[in-house]
């Protein structure tokens, strides 16, 4: 596996992400997404829109603004309590995310320690700071948030904040939403956008980002509703790793959710359900199961609002790291805005004829730079043979779907007819027309930003009316009639039809 620092560089020489202003010596925490990028990010988006929403007859969408009024995240416990530890140099005044530094250092996970806690770390460990060595000061807390000024006077009232989580306006539009919509319970509300954090130490380029976008759906129910979707799952396997596995240093172990929930490793139905549905999205898009896992929070761990959390974890070259959470919030948040904004946030539930504050008792929440990182460093493979990076995205997310490519470019007659089926053929799938360099050079290329299919114009199809298919994983080619061409492509990037199996 690339380091993340080689897979920055292959992403930035690619056009798949830039860092932001560079220009001026760029910001540290923010990345731009470029021509390539921007492509496999909006395919990542728009399969988990459409699996998760637009598939589903229980969840609706949202898109809520990233400003919001300062009410919303002192009801959240935001402002009060969405922070880091810090530590500080006493000689050189650098900043730590002081849970991030005890980890690199003692190689232990701190996640979620408290201040006291830390400090006791620091001092029995006789932690320094990483760059002069020098001592560091007392544990602090910091708060997390981007605060701005809306309109032209800035009084207390004008205080606003970007967004550090896209969920709440979830909560906040939810009796909206309520309103308008003809959902019974159980049923999920979900977004997909921007979200804020002032980091204190940004790193492991897109995964810790002080700008970066968010997957979610906030699923509510009536307290205790069983889940009607379980046995859809029951046979589905994830390698699992509780909290009591964790403290009681145990391996993690590949279950089904049938077993997972009959020796109450996970206890909830819900989260069962959700952990494999989250996990079946990333498996389907073509990620190896192997590098998937799911890390229940150990009591420490827990955020202010949540009462069980799972992750879904990814194998990273810097190790186990959460890609999802998928949390139970309970009724907090809802209760929290019924009571700050003094409005009503029950809902009618037909089955028990009674008014109900539902449960929020799963939450899954999906950064889209960690998915594309899981997706590049899945797809990423060295090929000997070809001595050369081939990318082996999904047909579903890569960027390019079909590159077309006349055999040589210095044949008018197989220019114009290449052009011709390009023009006949992009209404339908994003393609790229490429007549520069040898045939070898442009495979290369398309391999190695992970155009699934290339389709080759030479002599032969001026007499016969076909072209070549050339398949980006095993460099195999197939001959389709021009005529079939459209369906036979359809069949292919959906998965419909295996390269393989062409006539
Ligand atoms: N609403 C719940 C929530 O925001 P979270 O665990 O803080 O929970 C959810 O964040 C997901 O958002 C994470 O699993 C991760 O994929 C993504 N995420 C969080 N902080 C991030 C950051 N600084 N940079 C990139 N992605 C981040």
Known sequence: ??????????????????????????????????????????????????????????????DGCIITNQKV??????????????????????????????????????????????DKLIADNDIRCTKCKGGLDKASRFNLMFQTQVGPKPTNESVAYLRPETAQLIFTDFKAVT???????????????????????????????????????????????????????????????????????????????????ARKIIKNDWHAYWLAACHKWFVDLGVNPENLRARQHKKDELAHYSTDCWDLEYNFPFGWKEIEGIADRSDFDLQQHAKHSKKDMSVFDEETKQK???????????????????FMYDAYTYDKDRENIVLKLNPRLAPVNVAVLPLLSNKPELLKKSQELYDSIKCCFKCVYDKSGSIGKRYARNDEIGTPYCVTIDFDFLENDDVTIRDRDTTDQKRVKIDDLRNVLFQLLTGIVKFKDLK
Request: hydrophobic fraction near 40%; glycine fraction near 8%.
């Open 73 to 118: 995240w002192e009801a959240s416990g935001h402002v009060e309590g969405f922070e880091d530890v810090l530590v500080e140099c006493k000689k050189c005044h650098e900043r730590f995310r002081a849970d991030l530094l005890v980890e690199d250092v003692l190689g232990i996970q701190a996640d979620g320690l408290k201040a006291p806690a830390i």
């Open 179 to 261: 309103d308008v919509s003809r959902l019974k319970l159980p049923f999920g509300v979900a977004q997909v956008g921007k979200a804020f954090r002032n980091e204190i130490s940004p790193r492991n380029f897109l995964f810790r980002c002080r700008e970066f976008e968010q997957m979610e759906i906030e699923y509510f129910i009536r307290p205790k509703q069983a889940c009607p979707f379980v046995k859809s799952v029951e046979m589905y396997k994830v390698l699992v790793y509780s909290a009591d596995m964790q403290e009681n240093k145990k391996e993690p172990e590949q279950m089904s959710m049938k077993d997972a929930l």
């Open 1 to 62: 596996m690339v380091s993340i620092d080689e897979m920055f560089t292959f992403c930035k020489r690619k056009g798949f992400v830039f860092p932001n202003s560079e220009i001026y010596g760029g910001l540290a925490g923010f990345f731009d997404y470029g021509p390539l990028g921007v492509e496999l990010n909006n395919n990542i988006k728009q399969s988990w829109w459409k699996s998760f929403v637009q598939d589903r007859d229980d969840v609706v969408g949202i």
């Open 356 to 374: 109900v504050v539902p449960h929020v008792v799963a939450e899954p929440s999906l950064g889209v730079g960690r998915s594309f990182l899981v």
